[in-house]
């Protein structure tokens, strides 16, 4: 499924690529964007190869080159060079295979069909998959005498501990005293879509709300699904003088991540 949000589309191919300034860390970042989806996304900013994609998903069965060709009019040797740029791009596979499953004499053709993956970019990032599966769990785990806000809750923090396991595991830190542990979770959070900005030494201020505009619809029950995900993160990345303290404010998280006052004691 390929999934694109209006403003996101136009310029993308120029969005590959880009070099950019990190302003929250003072310096010029000389990288270059690499998410597989703007790749996807970037390279269907050609009308051939939207063409020929649109027309192998409306196919149902593996399409061969000349198919392909013939449905945009072009040779199959100019098609052959986009084809194959899609499957770089992860929208399609390729294999060679007898076409009606008959052999004939000569080489076997290329056959292509859609890639089975997901394709979503939006700009700011938003993770509304990721709310959606805490709300079905919530409601498929509710507890005898639970509310659906206090299952959706729990939930929640399981979910943010199970990530900040995850990422212990990964990382494989040690005792974490705070300013080690918001560096941690700076990269952490940075990867699933809440733009931490470090505020200070002790402060990581998160500068994007993936579950916006359905945590503006809800502010209650989203804001606090997502401080208990955070709250679960801390948990389970075992930063015990770390804090998960709500602080709305418009067009930003709710959440803002702090040292805890015993994190300042001997």
């Given at each position: 499924m390929l999934v694109l949000f209006a403003p996101v589309v136009k310029g993308l191919r120029e969005l590959k690529g880009l070099r950019f300034s990190d302003r929250s860390r003072g310096r010029y970042c000389d990288r270059v964007t690499t998410d597989p989806a703007i790749?996807?996304?970037?390279?269907?900013?050609?009308?051939?190869?939207?063409?020929?994609?649109?027309?192998?998903?409306?196919?149902?069965?593996?399409?061969?080159r000349d198919e392909a060709a013939a449905s945009v009019g072009i040779s199959r040797k100019l098609a052959a060079f986009h084809l194959d740029k899609l499957v770089d791009?992860?929208?399609?596979?390729?294999?060679?295979?007898?076409?009606?499953?008959?052999?004939?004499v000569g080489r076997t053709p290329k056959v292509y069909e859609p890639a089975e993956t997901d394709i979503q970019v939006t700009i700011p990032e938003r993770r509304h998959e990721v709310l959606a599966g805490i709300l079905m769990d919530a409601v498929l785990a509710e507890g005898e005498g639970e509310s659906a806000r206090q299952s959706a809750v729990r939930v929640a923090g399981r979910r943010g501990e199970e990530l900040g396991a995850s990422e212990r595991a990964r990382a494989k830190p040690g005792r974490l005293g705070a300013e080690r542990a918001l560096t941690l979770l700076e990269g952490l959070l940075s990867r699933h879509g809440f733009e931490p900005s470090r505020e200070s030494a002790t402060c990581v201020r998160l500068r994007n709300c993936p579950f916006h505009?359905?945590?503006?619809?809800?502010?209650?029950?989203v804001c606090g699904i997502n401080h208990a995900f955070l709250d679960g993160v801390l948990t389970g990345l075992e930063a015990a003088k770390v804090q998960a303290v709500l602080v709305p404010r418009p067009g930003e998280c709710c959440v803002e991540l702090r040292s805890s006052p015993q994190s300042d004691r001997p």
């Open positions: 790749t996807a996304v970037a390279a269907l900013d050609d009308v051939l190869r939207r063409g020929m994609y649109a027309y192998i998903r409306r196919a149902r069965r593996p399409v061969t791009a992860g929208l399609l596979r390729a294999r060679y295979e007898p076409v009606g499953g008959i052999r004939k505009p359905l945590a503006a619809r809800a502010p209650e029950l």
